[in-house]
């Protein structure tokens, strides 16, 4: 039977799932290894800006000699080229691959959405010279100028109809829980974004309501667009890496929707202690208190898929780094409620504190759970084997041991320098010695996750290019494995 | 000021009753009548569970 025999006729005959899955491989190629790469590249250009702006904290005369180079504007870099360049990059070639995975339906606009990736890479590109021109807007998470906030909203927009599309043309019954979340990034997100990009154009938003807008948005962009991506990518590798099903689906469901119903709320504890009617302040916390529910149905299922299976985190790349990134998830979340408690936030707020925990949710939750989405979905789309088993391990633990050091490191001395800087009696210079050696070990691990990006960056570029091993099944690890599926899809 | 939270908790209503909307809709459309059966739904006949499908190039799974 030919391939398009089976697609014409899906209800009489037997589909072949193995040659459906390569179809579907097939067609996310050019644009999700278009997405992916850019992704890297990006990663890599956030981590020189990273360490610039680590540098500078500890020792502020470095690069200062060129006012593009100075802190508030390579710190601006770094956030946005990490947030718009490596994590949607990198999570929306996750997101199309799984949709179309989960579907069962190959990916519709092959000529729209390769070009989608030059769009959003233009974007950021020209984002970063506005920054490092001076011409940041001052909004956290929205310092790009207007017109590359356009062009974001335009493939978000696209997004968004190619997720429905695929959805209305599916050929599974059942809604799986990741395409859920995968939902709350393509439908729900780009409504939000437009809402809050528009919103202050209308000139009815001015001081603290325009505070309010920003963070609003900034913590949805947290949660309805970076934790559906990681948690719908986590959910589908887990079971299917360890080939044990979801502990309780019952309970992924409840996280799911209690997720959809709460996050929302949660955005204004950002500005506990601000100039904003305390009901405003108090409505985000109970809002980040309600999220126990779903973080803990999410904490149960991953650990309880993983029983029995902890074994396979020797073995599989996929699984160790989502697997890491799973619990990072369950940590970085309970550790958000708590500090949205006026209580916490009193001590944690505008400190290193808050900065750790911004880098174990980013990067320790959502960054891991990438890189282990891309050491499952790129040997199916090239064809090939990664190369090189020693440079995944260098990956795996330089940015474990770095992003452990500097979560450890920023919180501890983000703690005690919100606790002296609590009490009036303490000098501020005093607050800022205490933090500095904190600060270099923060520069150090830094330059650790830095060089497992690196060791990533050569990974996937010898992948990309190496024509060496063409596989007819999809790609496993192990060539024997490979080579029998290999034989069974032409069987 | 007022008009601009009252764009900011109406759009948060609003996403809201777009959640419970769509929750409706998945019970009525019977996406919450067989969950374990849906549990299993990404797994395929040559990928079935109880298999792994991934490992380090040079160790066997």
Known sequence: MTLAATWDEPSSVPVDEQATRIQIDRSCRPTVLGYYASAVFWLLFGSV???????????????????????????????NTMVYGWSSMAGIGTLLWLQARLCKVPLPYRLLLPTTVGVWNVAVAWGVIELLAGNSTGVEWLEFPLSVL??????????????????????????????????????????????????????????????????????????LYITPMGLATAYYLIPKVTGEPIHS????????????????????????????????????????????????TVAINHHMTMVGHFHLLRTSPTLRFTVFGAMCYTAVSYQGSLEALRSVSQVAHFTHYTVAHAHLGMYAFYTMIMFGAIYYVVPRLTRNE??????????????????????????????????????????????????????????????LMTMGHVAFAILLFRIMRSRSVHLSGPTLFTTADAEALGEAAHA | MKLAYLLIWGSTVVFGASAVWALVWAIRNGEMRDLSAGALSIFDSDEPAGRPTDAFPERGS
């Open chain 1, 150 to 223: 356009v062009m974001f909203g335009y493939v978000l927009f696209v997004l968004f109809g190619v997720s429905l599309k695929m959805f209305r043309e599916r050929r599974v019954q059942h809604t799986y829980v990741s395409q859920w979340y995968i939902f709350g990034s393509t439908v729900w997100f780009p409504i939000l974004y437009g809402a809050a990009v528009l919103l202050p154009a209308t000139g009815l938003v001015g001081g603290a309501a325009w505070a309010t807008t920003n963070w609003w948005y900034a913590h949805n962009v947290l949660g």
């Open chain 1, 386 to 447: 990664w190369s090189s088993p020693r440079l995944i391990r260098v990956h795996f633990w330089s940015c474990a041991v770095g992003i452990a050091l500097y979560f450890v490191a920023l919180s501890w001395s983000g703690w005690y320098q919100g606790l002296m800087m609590n009490d009036p009696g303490v000098a501020f210079m005093r607050v800022v010695e205490y933090t500095k050696p904190y600060l270099v070990a923060r520069s150090l691990s830094g330059v």
């Open chain 1, 249 to 296: 689906y019952h309970l992924s469901l409840l996280g799911f929707w209690t997720n959809a119903l709460f996050y929302n709320w949660a955005g204004t504890h950002h500005l506990v202690g601000g100039p904003l009617p305390a009901w405003i302040i108090t409505v985000g916390i109970v809002g980040s208190m309600m999220m126990f529910i779903p973080v803990t």
């Open chain 1, 49 to 79: 800006a990273a360490i610039m702006a680590s540098v500078k904290l500890h020792h502020p005369e470095f690069l200062s000699q060129w006012d593009w180079l100075t802190f508030g504007r390579v710190r601006p870099v770094h956030l």
